[in-house]
């Protein structure tokens, strides 16, 4: 087990996890329609920041915020101890590696980034890596950030596959025409043991990840949802469907993949637990999406609480690929 | 942890647990006179880009008599080959982008294409990373038996990279757990 | 029409990357689907590019292509009277 001392949310719904959970909480949607955003392109509907970013800045400055906000903690980027593990899939212009070394070249880090591209599961499996170094005691710390930016690139080979819902999307609606894309970035900072002088305690606790494949098909997810339900069985270990409180979902709004997750849900006797979906309001983030539904979901389900007992909250993705992967985060 | 086979592929050579096998093509045609030497029954392969002919074709010969639970693999330029040959295709004035290149426009559709060829059901997972040796924690702390619910017994590891046509080398490895 | 369906064997053989395969090997009435060629959706949505790129023809609607594609003389004949290059 490990502990989330600090987080952070930048998108176009706000700066700050606060922000962008009221925003979430009061309904507010950051997708719009682009008729000329990229070249060539049809029209899509997205959650775009309203100006051109730059990857590496906006990493660092979702990192210093998440940093400010490790009360109790003290997080030394510069000690050996600290890992950055960066999860996009496009990077800044295709570039994967080079943001990450910038990105812990900035904060001082000694150590080689690790940068996780497990398609759009990768901010889920971040997490997971993360867990796995910190408990085996490789590393006492981890910055784990999730960002994409959207590109033509990106844009152009969704719409190739005719994934793109040309309007705002409708996960798990019979009417549902496709995805939104999205861009953010989110950082979750994990710690082995938070420090003594913890004011406040840790945001949670990150208890259990499971990644399986499919062996299926590279682009269409499994019939059986069989890699998603692999995964809630192995992060619901000792656990029965009654004692989940919150499950976030990935709610993409493909026909294929909102039926897929429906299908593994009820397979693992989830059916009637709360879902959460967020892509209706910050668009498939890819990289990010992992991270930033992560914190969301832990904050919706401790601003619910209104008990003493400590919540039981899974978030899964699936990916291109055939990779599915899941978490369970335990919150007060 | 212990490494029971190892195969190493550049586009001139390749050594599998320490033989070398004779080839007479190099480069790309490597790949493909090796898939039909061993593999041959997979008309996939055609439709692959690079970085997965390579690293199914290495997995293939490794994996003749062995199942894994995982495929773990990792790179230093994630799949950008693939990335230039999907570019070409949205050229000003020539934009008809392909969905066959663009589904390999990410690293890890490579340990896709191996789990479904040997039905892993399994952890695939794809990091990218500045030198091979960085993959060697990251492999020790997944397979740490203290945290597995899923008990991972074997594993294919391992590097595949591939920047350019003509240019790739790979090293994978079946890893067991005592 | 025997001359475009050869000329679309071609491209579909290049399309799809059928390494070692000729237009011969290709039966024009052969389903490309399930049996026969064995494509799948990948493939499918690589052939609506083909027609846009090679035709002019814009297909919006994937589903649409199901009936176009049962075979090459049906996409030939689809071609034949729906291309505007």
Known sequence: MVYCVGHNIISPLGRGSKENYESVKAGRS??????????????????????????VSLCIESIEMALEECHGT???????????????????????????????????NPNSPIVVS????????????????????????A????????????VSGFQSFKALSPDPCKPFSPD??????????????????????????????LQAGSIHNDAN??????????????????????????????????????????DMEEIALERAGLQNVPKSVLKPFLGHTMGAAGVLETIICAMAAKDSNNTSQMLQVIKMLSGFGGVNAAIRIQCE | MRVTHQIE???????????????????????VELYRRYVCDYPKFFKMDTLSRLGFVAAEILLKET???????????????????????????????????????????????????????????????????????????????????????????????????????????????? | MEQLIEQLKSQIIEALNFEDMTPADIDADAPLFGEGLGLDSIDALELIMLLDREYGIKLSDPKSGKAIFQSVRTMAEYIQSNRTK
């Open chain 1, 118 to 141: 497990n398609a759009c599961t990768s901010g889920v499996c971040a997490q997971i890596i993360a867990k796995r170094l910190l408990e085996t005691g490789i590393y006492q710390h």
């Open chain 1, 176 to 205: 549902r025409q496709g995805l939104n894309l999205g861009e953010a970035v989110a950082t979750i900072i994990y710690t082995r043991e938070p420090g003594e002088d913890n004011q406040k305690p840790a945001f949670w606790t």
């Open chain 1, 74 to 108: 003290i997080i030394n980027t510069q000690d050996a101890q600290a890992v950055f593990i960066l999860s996009t899939t496009k990077g800044d212009n295709l570039e994967l590696l080079k943001p990450a070394q910038q990105i812990a070249h900035y904060f001082g």
């Open chain 1, 217 to 258: 098909h590279l682009s269409a997810p499994s019939r059986t949802g069989e890699g998603a339900y692999r995964c809630l069985m192995d992060v619901m270990e000792g656990f029965c469907p009654a004692d989940i409180d919150l499950v976030g979902v990935h709610g993409t709004a493909t026909l294929y993949n909102d």
């Open chain 1, 143 to 154: 910055i784990v950030i999730g960002c994409d930016l959207q590109t033509r690139f990106i």
């Open chain 2, 67 to 178: 199942k894994v639970d995982a495929v773990i693999l990792a790179n230093r330029s994630a799949s950008i080959k693939n990335d230039n040959d999907y570019l070409a295709t949205i050229s000003e004035g020539r934009y008809y982008p392909s969905p066959a290149l663009f589904v390999y426009t990410l690293p890890n559709i490579v340990t896709g294409e191996i789990a479904i060829r040997r039905h892993v059901q399994g952890e695939t997972s794809f990091y990218v990373l500045d030198k091979p040796d960085d993959l060697d924690p990251i492999i020790r702390a997944t397979m740490s038996n203290d945290l597995q619910s899923s008990n991972l017994q074997t594993v294919l590891a391992g590097w595949v990279e591939c920047s350019e046509p003509n240019r790739f080398n790979a090293k994978l490895q079946i890893i067991w757990n005592n």
């Open chain 1, 30 to 55: 950051g997708l719009k329609r682009y008729v000329n955003r990229f070249a060539d392109v049809e029209p899509f509907c997205a959650s775009l920041f309203d100006t051109p970013q730059s990857f």
């Open chain 2, 9 to 31: 592929i550049s586009p001139t050579s390749v050594v599998l647990d320490g033989q070398t096998i004779v080839v007479e093509a190099v480069g790309d045609a490597m790949l």
